[in-house]
T-cell receptor
Framework: GIQVEQSPPDLILQEGANSTLRCNFS?????LQWFHQNPWGQLINLFYIPSGTKQNGRLSATTVATERYSLLYISSSQTTDSGVYFC????????????FGKGTKLSVIP | DTEVTQTPKHLVMGMTNKKSLKCEQHMGHRAMYWYKQKAKKPPELMFV???????INESVPSRFSPECPNSSLLNLHLHALQPEDSALYLC??????????????FGPGTRLLVL
């Protein structure tokens, strides 16, 4: 099955700093999502982005499907951005299974 | 409305108990999922229902029994669990087919502790 790798595993930022999280995947994808898991465990959808670029406020994401990677950009980070960011991908038509990376744990300090 | 609801939020049960987790969505999604997440790990897929039929069972022990009574509801029946089954149980739903983009939306989860 598809392999999903995320980097870095841990990231500590000062409030107001910018960051880039990376997700590499081993096969062509027809579904790629970024999630933020808050300290209470809720997985929040950030982007559905199997290809291209999207922006939502201070967050943006780019997936270069031909090179099998996706990037999540966080600008002007806030303490509420803390948590774990997961990338999840799916390859193969007719498949329902999303494969999750191990996540990037982000800590934003005041 | 992109909400998936789960009850209960927390559950403590003994190894001989029978309990059920419930999940509901009203987005018209025809695929629903159960995931299990241990601390500091990513979610792991347990079951997938599509059009109310079980389509994927990821070799889950029979002490976990899923049920999809209708297109909006998903249950997970628990019986004779082990302490290692303690985890966060997440429900998700998605559309099927390219028109829906198949984005998975997750509920807030049920934190299960087995004593």
């Amino acid at each position: 099955g598809i392999q999903v790798e995320q980097s870095p595993p841990d990231l500590i930022l000062q409030e107001g700093a910018n960051s880039t999280l990376r997700c590499n995947f081993s096969d062509s994808v027809n579904n790629l999502q970024w999630f933020h898991q808050n300290p209470w465990g809720q997985l929040i959808n950030l982007f559905y982005i199997p290809s291209g670029t999207k922006q939502n406020g201070r967050l943006s994401a780019t997936t270069v499907a031909t090179e099998r990677y996706s990037l999540l950009y966080i600008s002007s980070s806030q303490t509420t951005d803390s948590g774990v960011y997961f990338c999840a991908a799916r390859s193969g038509a007719g498949s329902y299974q999303l494969t999750f990376g191990k996540g990037t744990k982000l800590s934003v300090i005041p | 409305d992109t909400e998936v609801t789960q009850t209960p939020k927390h559950l403590v049960m003994g190894m001989t108990n029978k309990k059920s987790l419930k999940c509901e969505q009203h987005m018209g999604h025809r695929a629903m999922y159960w995931y299990k997440q241990k601390a500091k790990k990513p979610p792991e897929l347990m079951f997938v229902y599509s059009y109310e039929k079980l389509s994927i069972n990821e070799s889950v022990p029979s002490r976990f029994s899923p049920e999809c009574p209708n297109s909006s509801l998903l249950n997970l029946h628990l019986h004779a669990l082990q302490p290692e089954d303690s985890a966060l149980y997440l429900c998700a739903s998605s559309g099927i087919g390219f028109l829906y983009q198949e984005t998975q939306y997750f509920g807030p989860g049920t934190r299960l502790l087995v004593l």
